[in-house]
Nanobody, 125 residues
Framework: LMCSCRRGGGLVQPGGSLKLSCLVS????????MGWFRQTPGKEREFVAV????????YYTESVKGRFTISRDKAKNTLYLQMNTLKPEDTAVYYC??????????????????WGQGTLVTVSS
């Protein structure tokens, strides 16, 4: 499986919006759960959101609930993260990842087998 960040990162003012996308390719895509993580310098990769590629389940870390939306377009093999009402603390490099792990473990970056290359999101006035 391969994950490739297509576009979406950049500089945005607080309160603004960005939409990240990640192209997913390879075999057995429906077996995977696709997640978004973010990382700031000196810190470990932090879980943001995850969705079951085949559909039905998704969840978010508390700090982004109501502001971020994870989705996927199976026809386009693309994973999305719509980010609204962005805050300076959302500034990070965002990564998409693919996991075969159990649903209860998907907040753990170590459960992800494949990663995209990351895209920088900067929220600043």
């Amino acid at each position: 499986l391969m994950c490739s960040c297509r576009r979406g990162g950049g500089l945005v003012q607080p309160g603004g919006s960005l939409k990240l996308s990640c192209l997913v390719s390879g075999e057995r895509i429906n077996d995977y759960k696709m997640g978004w993580f973010r990382q700031t310098p000196g810190k470990e990769r932090e879980f943001v959101a995850v969705i079951r590629w085949s559909g039905g389940h998704l969840y978010y870390t508390e700090s982004v609930k109501g502001r971020f939306t994870i989705s996927r377009d199976k026809a386009k093999n693309t994973l999305y993260l719509q980010m609204n009402t962005l805050k300076p603390e959302d500034t990070a490099v965002y990564y998409c990842g693919a996991s075969l792990g159990a649903w209860s473990t998907l907040h753990d970056q170590n459960m992800y087998r494949y990663w995209g290359q990351g895209t920088l999101v900067t929220v600043s006035s």
